[in-house]
Structure formats: structure tokens, C-alpha cells
């Protein structure tokens, strides 16, 4: 099956500076890589997702970049402020809603003021 | 847009009791319900696909007969953790794929307490 790896664990940016979080996949099948951030206690909010057919897709101060050949893609975002801090997760999947997702082991953003 | 509909969203049960979860698909069709479960400080790890009208698909190491799910209407999937026990206290959360929306719909998830 599907094997999601995502690092850091851990990445701690100073407020306006940049924050990268990057993951790889294993099943070549997998085109469907969205990123979700989460908040404890809650349900994992979707704040970028790509499909496999793009290399890369913004939504204002978030991108996320997928490069197929290598399997990895990876969260970029700019201007980081201290809303930012939470647990980000990566994920994969066939897509098509047939198969669920395998997600990676979260990355703990923590933003400096 | 499209919602999941979760309850209950807190439960504290004593062991050895059964406790269902629901998950209802508010304002679409969901054939196919996921369910994960979520302990403190790890990711979120798929159980079991739930199929309406079918048997459930449930990932190695979950066992079938202890976590009972059912999809019996489009919009209806309940997961019954059975003989529940300390180990099994952990966020569970259901998702569905609607093809309207783009990505998957969670519900808002059930901590489970087992005492």
C-alpha cells in the first residue's frame, strides 16, 4: 500500500519568513496530494490540494509543488504569521472517492513573533 | 458546501461497553465513507472504507469484529467500537468524497474516552 513520508516534524520560522514542509510517496498510482492543517481537537481543514496532472498550484500565501517523476511535493508558505502555527499533514491518494487517504506523520508549525 | 455530520463529538464509556458513532452526509450522496482514528500527537490512520449497500474494507491490523461498521443509506455510516477498552480511547473521525466539492469532507470527529 501507499506509504507517506513528511518532514520536518518539527520547523519553527520567524513571523513574515518562509516555511517549507515536504513529502514523498511511495505508490506511483497516487494523484491526488492534498494538505491539511489542523488545530487540536478538531477535523483536519483542507487548505491546498493538487492533482497529478499539475506541477504546481497557489492560493495566495500557500503553494504546493508535486513532482511526480521523484514522487515528492511540497507546502511552501510566504509571509508566515502567528495564525499559521498548527499541525500540518500531507496526504495521497488514487483519488476518484473510491480510496481513502494515506496521510504523513504531521509537521508541528510553530511561528516566532 | 458539502457536509459530514458527526456525533456524537465526545464520549466517555466504561470498558467492556460498545459505543456507536455517526456520520451523516448532510446535502450529498456519499456511496463511500472513510473512517480514521487519530491518537494524541500522531496522524490521522484509515480503518476501514465503508460501502453503502456492502461490506466494509477494513485495513490490515483493524479488527473487523470489534470496530462494526454500517453504511446502510447514502448518507448514513455508523462505526460501533464493541467491547471497548482503554486502548481503543482516540479520536475517530469519518470522511467522504463528494464529487461536487473538490477533495474529501470530514466530519468533525468523536473523542472516545474509555474508563
Known amino acids: 500500500g501507499e506509504n507517506v513520508e513528511q518532514h520536518p516534524s518539527t520547523l519553527s520560522v520567524q513571523e513574515g519568513d518562509s516555511a517549507v514542509i515536504k513529502c514523498t510517496y511511495s505508490?506511483?498510482?497516487?494523484?491526488?496530494f492534498p494538505w491539511y492543517k489542523q488545530e487540536l481537537g478538531k477535523r483536519p481543514q483542507l487548505i491546498i490540494d493538487?492533482?497529478?496532472?499539475?506541477g504546481e498550484k497557489k492560493d495566495q500565501r500557500i503553494a504546493v509543488t508535486l513532482n511526480k517523476t521523484a514522487k515528492h511535493f511540497s507546502l511552501h508558505i510566504t509571509e508566515t504569521q502567528p495564525e499559521d502555527s498548527a499541525v500540518y499533514f500531507c496526504?495521497?491518494?488514487?483519488?476518484?472517492?473510491?480510496?481513502?487517504?494515506?496521510f504523513g506523520k504531521g509537521t508541528h508549525l510553530i511561528i516566532q513573533p | 458546501g458539502a457536509v459530514v455530520s458527526q456525533h456524537p463529538s465526545r464520549v466517555i464509556c466504561k470498558s467492556g461497553t460498545s459505543v456507536k458513532i455517526e456520520c451523516r452526509s448532510l446535502d450529498f450522496q456519499a456511496t463511500t465513507m472513510f473512517w480514521y482514528r487519530q491518537f494524541p500527537k500522531q496522524s490521522l490512520m484509515l480503518m476501514a472504507t465503508?460501502?453503502?449497500?456492502?461490506?466494509?474494507?477494513?485495513e490490515q491490523g483493524v479488527e473487523k469484529d470489534k470496530f462494526l461498521i454500517n453504511h446502510a443509506s447514502l448518507t448514513l455510516s455508523t462505526l460501533t467500537v464493541t467491547s471497548a477498552h482503554p486502548e481503543d480511547s482516540s479520536f475517530y473521525i469519518c470522511?467522504?468524497?463528494?464529487?461536487?466539492?473538490?477533495?474529501?469532507?470530514f466530519g468533525s470527529g468523536t473523542r472516545l474516552t474509555v474508563v
Open positions: 505508490d506511483s498510482a497516487s494523484n491526488y
Open positions: 470522511s467522504a468524497m463528494n464529487e461536487g466539492a473538490e477533495g474529501y469532507t
Open positions: 465503508s460501502n453503502e449497500g456492502s461490506k466494509a474494507t477494513y
Open positions: 493538487i492533482r497529478s496532472n499539475v
Open positions: 496526504a495521497a491518494s488514487t483519488g476518484g472517492g473510491a480510496d481513502g487517504l494515506t
